[in-house]
């Protein structure tokens, strides 16, 4: 058992130390997009060919990072594999950002928005991309009174221009981000209303508040109130979507089906702000003795 203070305003027991707890979030968070990303494909019968990249490569990615998280200390092999695997879900990521983007430049090459709303989802992508970094980071551990100074078990140590925290908050915020610009793009498609704008002022919010935190060079106990009670929220306002997602597709029909689910409403996509909520927790925390 390990334990954590965040900001001293919470103690919360964990069931393992909190970097290790990290890489296995990370590894749930990596299968879980790999399997959302399977039935989106599936739409398509995996047609382009290259719409299987992602699905054979997330298994790997997942129990990389949760095989790393459940050893008390990586091995050199075991790091170096780990590093390699998320360098490629990193790559996967923006190739596949490059090719949502083709696919909804309309017939005479320029993005309209009718093509990016109804389109292929254009930041989907990243997910990849931020979940591998953050898998990248969660590999390395800060030497005591030194931020920035990264170690790498059985490869060394690197210098880096800012604290491994401060790493995990700027993708976090940006995690907000990308995901209140995919709330515009997706609610766009029937019309917002006021449940509709909840994720998008509130991603708005919590991209602000988070991103305010990773550049500032001290925080006060307002800051970390706001932080603390934004992250709360977050899951909480994940939560709702969810139940407003799967009352949507249930809605004149009493039953879920894939289409639906995909096209429709996504039911899981709410989530992500969840997430990033337990995400943005688990980061500033600070394991205690």
Known sequence: MSSINIFHLANIKLPMAKNRL????????????????????SINSYVPVYEWIP??????????CILAGLQTQPKKWTALIHIALMLIGIIIGVLGTAFHA????NPEGYL??????FGSPIL??????????????????????????????????????????????????????A?????IIDHAQYGYTFYKMIPIIFGLFASSVVIYL??????????ENVFLWTMICAVIVGVLGFGFHLSSDLAGTGTLSLERIL??????APLLFSDLGMLGLLVVAEESN
């Open 263 to 268: 096209a429709f409403a996504p039911v899981l």
């Open 102 to 105: 083709y696919a909804v430049l």
């Open 179 to 183: 995901s209140t610009i995919t709330s």
């Open 214 to 223: 990773a550049v500032s060079k001290e925080w006060t106990k307002g800051d």
């Open 55 to 64: 699905i054979i490569y997330f298994p790997f990615g997942a129990l990389s």
């Open 112 to 117: 309209t928005w009718a093509w990016i709303v």
């Open 22 to 41: 990290l890489l296995v979030f990370v590894g749930i968070n990596l299968m879980f997009t790999g399997i959302d990303v399977a039935l989106a494909h």
């Open 124 to 177: 989907a992508p990243m997910a990849f991309a931020g979940i591998s970094l953050l898998g990248l980071y969660a590999v390395t551990e800060e030497i005591n009174n030194e931020p920035g100074m990264l170690k790498i078990s059985g490869l060394g140590t690197f210098k880096a221009p800012i604290s491994r925290d401060r790493h995990f908050l700027w993708l976090v915020g940006l995690g907000f981000a």
